[in-house]
């Protein structure tokens, strides 16, 4: 069971080929010729059996050809048949080489396929290759060069076109997928197979859409977190919202959104076939993640100029040697060699001032990463820089590109860097873009590892009261709530709201205006009218009655000529926010189809849409994801000391950014929210308009409900922590784990006996790698589950002084299998902790999580010999039976 669901498709020992009458080939499929011949070209090596649907025997004879793996390329009437065959000899994957199949047909064939266990990629795939099984199960062409690169490509004329790059450039790949349109193996269940696979290093991915945001955002951030990921998607729109009723509607398109979820996830967006070719290089490569400082070398001013220009276009910065690096290195370089920014070598520079160049810049920490670039000279010798290249990119712990301009001169050169597997461009841009691309990595992973829960640590809001609110409203049978009705929702999450009265006549808006005290501004109260200014509806720094009573009058008739049919409530009336110092910001959210709410911020006031400046963030929030959302912004820079004015209060701001996030999860019937302007100065910042619409939630997950089924990105489940008193005296806490608690897994793993370590992981490692680490410790809440038991205890520090810290003695853990109904579970307890009922507890806390999940079976495998475990599955109720794949195992169940 500890196999991936998909690995009979992937790596499979045995093969039966459904391709048509053998010998026939005017009466077989374009895919069926190509698959063919593909696989005659490279045979692959395991065991190959062809079928044909029309002469196949009696279900004894059938026997003689089980296997693991069904390859269909047959017209489509007979797609069908062969897949019940397939079924039928209990093959566990089938991949369906087609084009053309319409939705309704794809649903009959995933039908069967379901029936009979089958996991089905297709139809209308191209297939997939595994260079290193030397299996090409597809016609997408020959079969690529062994590799650590995966490509998942939903176009499959793209596939081929990369697949044809990637001969000429030296680029081999693990595997390379094509899953096509209606398929049951999607690109979420493709990326979570790799996520997992030893043989893959990076992962590129091109896709034009997805059915199930939660899925896909789940298996990205799988993916993203064990291996770099890099991502083209087509059909880049921004527009917009066209129906949005809020200015977050109407400024936000979904391909930005498409961004925050890619940074979210630690993935890396590119936006053209040859950045994903550049990325790809970089990627094969196998840089780690690093800062966004890059040093450039050059042997040319302006092609260095033109590489900085870039870096600052990119919003990269420029690394300089650090004065200590500088002094040693100026005595090796040419007399009119400048260091002061660009290493400039000038155009007299050798191979040997280029080694000394590499050497100084791989070791200088002021620097993450290292851009060469040489410019063809009389009498230079780009071969000999090249191999300075060469020689010093295995000791490099940075990222190393290259740029090699011009053409025939350089174009050994070339060769000799993409032989060492050293990126290298034709122009600075491009070498700068592709750092730009792995500076972007560690940007996103950074964003990765925060698990916020749904709620801050700052005073509990008022849910009830916001939730009553919103059931009035709808109960009306109303979507957009009144400015009032807004800033009281607003202020049930705590957000400071301007005082704000409403005034149904003239009479009413100047008593108001009187006790609030002067000046005053008046806002015109009507659920239709999304933009109050258009109309002539909002008036500033009113300063007396007079004028209240005047501008009242004036409004109404002014708004009832340019919108007759607009329901008015009346007028409100609000003293002017006293900030003269204040920036004008607005905070927002829009519901995007499919990935749900997201959270914009950005410069505010009358003019948002002309400034079109938004930063934008998935929920749910915390203080570093608040600051990198606000830093984003182009408003940022405003912010600080700025032209006179003073800072801004900015954890005032972030704080209201948490309280935002707030608000999206424990609201799911919140689609739009312009909170606009908000006024921030160095004392705080208060909302002073608001305009909010509601509706049904959205739903991420088809079929998957839930209290925060309508977020791409569950909040950490903090309601599952509970305290727990130990046997022996003193308590421990059990509770979700987070990516916070890597350190102290490890530790836990290093601290078990080698026997408790076999029975955990059947292997003798001493501990975990890094990438089981991460995937251990970064989890989709949804899908799974794990709990770890922590206890404080006292540590004595290097100068003798104790002081507390925690430490993990336990963890269970379990993973929703495939059907969705059943869950596979794991547990392991630390040693010194064994006998005092931990592991009881351990397995009930994961059992009620998983039952709570609408889970109906939890399973498990136990090593025969491991008897304690075995004894505490029958106290606990679990069936104990044998395993019929493996009888060094019994197979534990219990029903939820």
Sequence with gaps: MDKHYLTPLFEPQSIVLFTGPQGAPEQQTPQARALLAHMAAQPFKGQVTPLDIHTTGTLADLAQARADLAIIALPEDEILPALELAGRIKVKAAVVLSAGIGAARAKELQRVAQRH???????????????????????????????????????????????????????????????????????????????????????????????????????????????????????????GNV?????????????????????????????????????????????????????????????????????????????????????????????????????????FATAEHYAAALDAAAKDRALDGVLAIYSPKFDGDPEGVAQA?????????????????????????????????????????????????????????????????????????????????????????????????????????????????????????????????????????????????????????????????????????????KQPEARINGVTVQAMARKQRGRELYIGVVTDDPFGPVIAFGAGGTMIELIHDHAMELPPLNQFLARRLIERSRVHETLGDWRGAPAVDMAALEQVLLRVSEMVCQLPQLREMDINPIIVDERGAIAVDARIVIGPAAQTSPGRAGKYGHLSILPYPARYEQLWPLRGGGEYVVRPIHPDDAHMLQDMMKRLSPESRYFRFVSNMAELPASMLARFTLIDYDREMA??????????????????????????????????????????????????????????????????????????????????????????????????????????????
């Design 117 to 239: 266990g089958v996991w089905l990629l297709g139809p209308n795939s191209q297939g997939f290759q595994r260079p290193m099984l030397q299996l090409n199960a597809s016609s997408a062409g020959e079969l690529a060069a062994a590799g650590q690169l995966a490509l998942v490509s939903q176009s499959g004329a793209l596939t081929a076109s990369i697949l044809d790059w990637a001969r000429q450039n030296r680029v081999g790949f693990s595997t390379v997928v094509a899953p096509g349109a209606h398929t049951q193996v999607g690109l979420a269940e493709v990326l979570d197979y790799l996520a997992g696979d030893r043989h893959t290093q990076g992962i590129v991915v091109y896709m034009e859409g997805i059915s199930n945001a939660r899925r896909f955002t789940s298996a990205l951030r799988a993916a993203a977190n064990s291996k770099p990921v890099v991502v083209l998607k087509a059909g880049r729109r921004e527009d």
């Design 243 to 347: 129906a949005a009723q809020t200015h977050s509607g109407a400024i936000v398109g979904s391909d930005e959104v498409f961004d925050a979820v890619l940074r979210r996830a630690g993935a890396v967006r590119v936006r053209s076939f040859v950045e994903l070719f550049s990325a790809a290089k970089c990627l094969a490569s196998r840089y780690r993640p690093v800062g966004k400082r890059l040093g450039i070398i050059t042997n040319g001013g302006g092609p260095g100029v033109l590489a900085a220009d870039y870096v600052n276009e990119l919003g990269l910065q420029l690394g300089v040697l650090s004065p200590d690096s500088a002094r040693a290195l100026a005595p090796l370089l040419a007399p009119a060699a400048s260091l002061a920014e660009l290493i400039d070598l000038t155009e």
């Design 389 to 561: 290249l060469v020689r010093i990119r295995p000791n490099m712990a940075k990222p190393l590109v290259a740029c090699w301009m011009g053409d025939s001169s350089v174009l050994s050169a070339r060769h000799a860097l993409a032989e060492a597997q050293i990126p290298s461009f034709r122009t600075p841009e491009a070498a700068v873009g592709a750092f730009g691309n792995i500076a972007s990595f560690y940007q996103n992973q950074q964003l990765l590892q925060q698990t916020p829960p749904p709620l801050s640590n700052l005073a509990a809001p008022d849910v009830e009261g916001a939730r009553l609110l919103i059931e009035s409203v709808l109960t009306e049978r109303r979507k957009v709530l009144t400015e009032m009705e807004s800033k009281a929702l607003l202020s049930a999450f705590h957000i400071p709201v301007t005082q704000t009265l409403l005034a149904r006549n003239s009479n009413e808006a100047m008593m108001i205006a009187s006790q609030i005290g002067y000046p005053v501004a008046l806002k015109i109260d009507s659920p239709d009218i999304s933009h109050k200014s258009d109309v002539g509806g909002v008036a500033l720094n009113v300063m007396n009655a007079t004028a209240v009573r005047d501008i009242w009058q004036d409004m109404m008739a002014a708004v009832r000529e």
């Design 787 to 896: 709990l770890c038991a922590v206890v404080e205890t006292d540590q004595v520090g290097d100068g003798g002084d104790k002081r507390k810290a925690q430490k993990i003695i336990g963890v269970s853990r379990y993973i929703t299998n495939p059907d969705q109904n059943s869950c596979e579970f794991s547990l392991v307890i630390d040693d010194a902790y064994a006998g005092q009922g931990l592991g009881t507890r351990m397995m009930l806390s994961i059992m009620d999580v998983a039952r709570e999940k609408g889970l109906q079976e939890i399973i498990g495998l136990v090593l025969t010999q491991n008897n304690g475990m075995l004894k505490l599955m029958r106290s606990l109720g679990f069936e104990v039976k044998s395993y019929p794949e493996d009888p060094d195992f019994r197979l534990v169940t219990h029903p939820l």
